[in-house]
């Protein structure tokens, strides 16, 4: 009775243990409430970077928030999808520079930083966002 009893509360245990999934990186960024806060700094210290700021009069910059917001989402989790024109279309005759690319990401660590997003979940995200350099930088 005692072994059968053991056996019970083992695969009791065993079965709510292989349930649990980890958070995506998405949840690891805070959400919606996260990733918001996220972009919302970034945006700030983007308005206080003479390396950028040139690039970003005229911007409509609630709508690169919602968008930039809606991408991370997309990127980082099966929670969103992200309804903007591609990176490459985006970016399309800009000419965008190493040396902007590299304060954008500056930028962006800056405002990880100041949520208090941990290192390793921010170089998860650069990671990913990573990718579109070739769709951002021109050569």
Known sequence: MRYILCIFVLTAL???ASGTQSPNL????GGEPGV??????????????ERV??????????????????????????ECQYQGDSMQV???????????????????MKAMESQKV??????ELLSILAKDYDSIVYR
């Open 118 to 123: 941990p290192t390793r979940v921010q170089n």
């Open 53 to 78: 700021i040139e690039r970003f009069r005229g911007v409509d910059i609630e709508r690169f928030r919602t968008g930039l917001v809606q991408y991370i989402c997309s990127v980082s989790s099966d």
């Open 90 to 108: 985006v970016h399309a005759g800009h000419d965008y520079t190493d040396t902007e690319f590299n304060a954008i990401v500056e930028n962006l």
């Open 14 to 16: 065993l079965g709510c």
């Open 36 to 49: 918001d806060a996220i972009v919302y700094h970034l945006i700030v210290n983007i308005s206080q970077d």
């Open 26 to 29: 998405y949840q690891r960024l």
